[in-house]
């Protein structure tokens, strides 16, 4: 997947340099957008790389900025006819979380917390179709196939050859309980838990119900980070009708923090293994 252009994280540092080039002319986003006529939320949209930028917005924004270096600008200029290829999750059709698939076919490091279901990364097929089956109870089948496919394919992240330097997961103790899909489904999903979980770069924790309360108990999140120094990380959250990202130092450092603490709550790394591994064996009697 590196090998090819990926266009969400070309938006991403698209934006980035369009930002740094607004605060080098000491400019607010309210100015640009008035000497090009445009809403000011269309700026922030494309300087957060939330929105395509045309090689047309490039040009006005450097006319804006005084870019009079022919090399920088020829160089948003690419990045922007970059940033609107279409990745490979595109194949699929319309995935609603495709701003994340990109973010996460380009991180090199994911810290995530999920308190309901396995990590789409860490699925098997059976356990995704009943997922995504009784999480969205009006997707027709074909629909339903098409987004287990999407997941399938973003495990290549963990078995292909570009893998992740790092996969962190903490899990609450419900995500083994709850009976998704039928025993066997859920039997199957724990034993490749355990499974994934010996690999060296995959961490995977769980915090008991005897614990009590705890952090994660506000929300599921995730902390994505990337080889690029100009890439800032983001912490992401998955909601029903959009999803949530951000990325400022402040909140990067908050949820950095929240992470930490439910580490410390959950069970060992070995701790861990051996409790699914109990529960995948109380589900095959």
């Given amino acids: 997947m590196s090998a090819s252009v990926n266009p969400t994280v070309r938006r991403r540092r698209l934006g980035a340099e369009l930002r740094r080039l607004r605060e080098l002319r000491g400019m607010t986003a309210e100015e640009v957008a008035g000497r090009l006529m445009v809403s000011q939320s269309k700026i922030s949209r494309l300087e957060n790389g939330r929105r395509s930028i045309s090689q047309r917005d490039v040009r006005d924004l450097c006319d804006v900025y005084e870019v009079e270096d022919e090399r920088v600008r020829t160089g948003l200029m690419e990045m922007a006819k970059e940033s609107r290829q279409r990745g490979w999750w ?155 990202y951000l990325e400022k130092d402040a909140d990067v450092r908050r949820y950095t923090n929240l992470y930490d603490h439910l580490r410390a709550a959950a069970l060992s790394v070995a701790e861990s293994r051996s409790m699914i591994a109990t529960i995948a064996e109380e589900f095959m009697k």
Avoid: C
């Avoid at 309360?213 to 959009?242: C, N």
């Fill in 90 to 244: 595109h194949e699929f059709g319309d995935i609603p979380y495709s701003v994340y698939i990109g973010l996460e076919a380009e991180a090199s490091s994911i810290r995530a917390y999920e308190s309901s279901f396995v990590p789409g990364l860490l699925q098997t097929r059976e356990y995704a179709e009943a997922v995504v089956a009784g999480t969205q109870p009006d997707t027709d089948p074909t629909a339903i196939r098409r987004r287990v496919d999407v997941r399938l394919k973003r495990q290549h992240r963990i078995h292909g050859e570009d893998q992740l330097g790092s996969l962190w997961v903490v899990i609450d103790e419900a995500v083994l309980r709850r009976q998704v899909g039928g025993a066997r489904v859920m039997a199957e999903q724990l034993y490749q838990l355990v499974e994934l979980g010996e690999r060296a770069n995959i961490n995977l924790q769980v915090i008991p119900f005897t614990h009590g309360a705890h952090p994660g108990m506000t929300g599921t999140f995730s902390l994505l980070e990337f080889p690029e120094s100009a890439d800032s990380t983001v912490v992401y959250f998955e909601g029903v009708t959009s999803d949530l």
